[in-house]
């Protein structure tokens, strides 16, 4: 039936345009995916390069004396947030909520040692939430990436399109169609079309929710420079982000006089009646101390699409003044959240987090193939002399795709090697990627294809080998140690690190193989590289314009 409703000439066409779309986007994709898959666990990351920051202390009996002491604070102002984690099993943390340039939004997140003094921001490393605004943005910045990403991900979609009309006819046969054995293109082009079947539900997902998010980062970004003023902006803000209803927000026609606030276990107890099946993480408060004061009891309900809560009572009384949970989530919430937690999988617990994990290896892998595949469909099998194309496209899939996994390699033994009071901590993190992911283009784009691929594959299965090395070097917490104590967070990295690294490791001998006893004229063939420089006088090939 499927193969009626489109001629060949028609699948022809559209596996053209799939295949031109696939290379245009597929490295800027590889990017996203990779650091996508990573910052799923944004959270555990966040605790591994942060060793201040792992071993929480945050109970509600300390809430109230952590409350009195940020609310003092210059920085505050009346509108803080303190948090104490997921089920009050993590760090202490304060943020305090202001405008910065050109009126954005910003907020400053601060963690408590265990004497509740806050700890200088300087010393808290943000690779984890670097890796992710590489993710949305390939790490161009200011909103040109976020741009591109969203043009990317709308050639995306169409690219997704174009592929299930391909397959549509034969979806079955693909789908079961995986052969192994010495011919390796086929391998690779079966195992192309297995994942981006399985995993096509995820991929329009994924490309739907991008789009969203870089469009409205777009029209937030224009709003934010049209608005009169900082007040109208506040207002756009209290609309559009969700569950926010505590950063500076509100009217300002008069003061307000002073007011008792009540005890921040209180108020916790108060939203656990309304809300009985929250987990409480964190308590924001705005105009705190005065008589308009709110407090936002913030919180997670388990196995809900938008994962996140709150209920909002007022700080002097404690009467119910608004409630954003399951079943009762305001439009605004709706929209901008929903999205969001589809995006990043941030529902459904555990098990759900792994499944996006691996589908966002799994799509990294899908444009990575689906590059090295177009270049073997160019390959002319029985001629020395190979297309300048092929061999140009071979270089850059090396060095970019690989030089992204490097840079966050190296950013990662940054965190480690960096002593926490250097200056400018993180922009030198922010740095080591950015010199590990051209290092790798440059060695990509000097060396042959095949040897670049096996000396970066190699060189990557080190790098991340290391970082658990590194991680029990100075901070002391080996797997062991780790799982012991029940830093479960440190030891899912740990394996995720260790796992990276068997990955590449074997991904080098793969590609060493194949450059060995592979066909001779492909690009990936060393017996190629050998005997063209043999003839040329340097290392590469003949290549026809």
Known sequence: ????????????????????????????????????????????????????????????????????????????????????GDEG????????????????????????????????QQTISGLAHHINHIHFTL???????????????????????????????????????????KNLKKMWTDAHNVIGVLSLPFHLMFAITAVVFCLSFTINEMLADVMPSKQAYTE????????????????????????????????????????????????????????????T???????????KGSVELSAVDGSLKKMNVPGLRDGATLLNSGYMELHIGNYGGEVIKFIYFVLGLAGAFLFYSGNLLWVETRRKSRSVEQPRSGWVMAQLTVGICLGCCL???????????????????????????????????????ARPPARAAIELLYALAAVYLALPLLNMVVTGDNLVRAAREGLWDIVVIDVIFLACAAGFFAMARATQRRARFGQPNSVWSLASSAAS????GGEKPHVAA
């Open 89 to 120: 099993q993590g760090p202490v943390k304060a943020s305090f909520y202001e405008f910065g340039e050109g009126r954005r939004f910003v907020a400053h997140t601060r963690a408590l040692d265990a004497r509740l003094d806050l700890i200088s």
């Open 533 to 536: 420089a043999k003839t040329t």
């Open 1 to 84: 039936m499927a193969a009626k409703m489109f001629s060949a000439q028609t699948i022809k066409r559209f596996t053209s345009i799939h295949s031109w779309i696939g290379i245009c986007t597929g490295m800027a994709l590889f990017i996203a995916f990779f650091c996508g898959a990573l910052v799923i666990y944004e959270h555990e990351l966040h605790q591994w390069t942060n060793p201040d920051l792992r071993r929480g202390f945050g109970d509600a009996a300390l809430l109230d004396k952590v409350v009195a002491k940020v609310a003092v604070d210059p920085t505050a102002k009346g509108n803080f947030s303190v948090s104490l």
């Open 236 to 295: 756009f803000q209290s609309v559009v982000m969700a569950g926010f209803e505590h950063g500076g927000g509100g009217r300002r026609e008069a003061p307000a006089a002073p007011a008792a606030m009540l005890k921040a276990a209180d108020l916790i107890a108060a939203a656990q009646r309304h809300a009985p099946q929250m987990r409480v993480t964190g308590v924001s408060f705005r105009d705190y101390g005065t008589e308009r004061a709110r407090a």
């Open 407 to 445: 840079g966050v390699g190296l950013a990662l033994v940054g965190n480690k090697v960096l002593p926490a009071t250097f200056a400018d901590r993180g922009t030198w993190e922010q740095n080591l990627y950015h010199a590990g992911f051209f290092a790798a283009v440059i060695w990509g784009l």
């Open 139 to 181: 790490g161009i910045p200011g909103a040109l990436g976020y741009n591109l990403m969203g043009v990317v991900s709308l050639v995306y979609a169409l690219a997704l399109i174009t592929g299930l009309i391909i397959h549509l006819p034969h979806l079955l046969k693909d789908l079961f169609g995986l052969r192994t054995g």
């Open 297 to 307: 009891v913030e919180g997670r309900f388990r196995n809900a699409i938008i994962a």
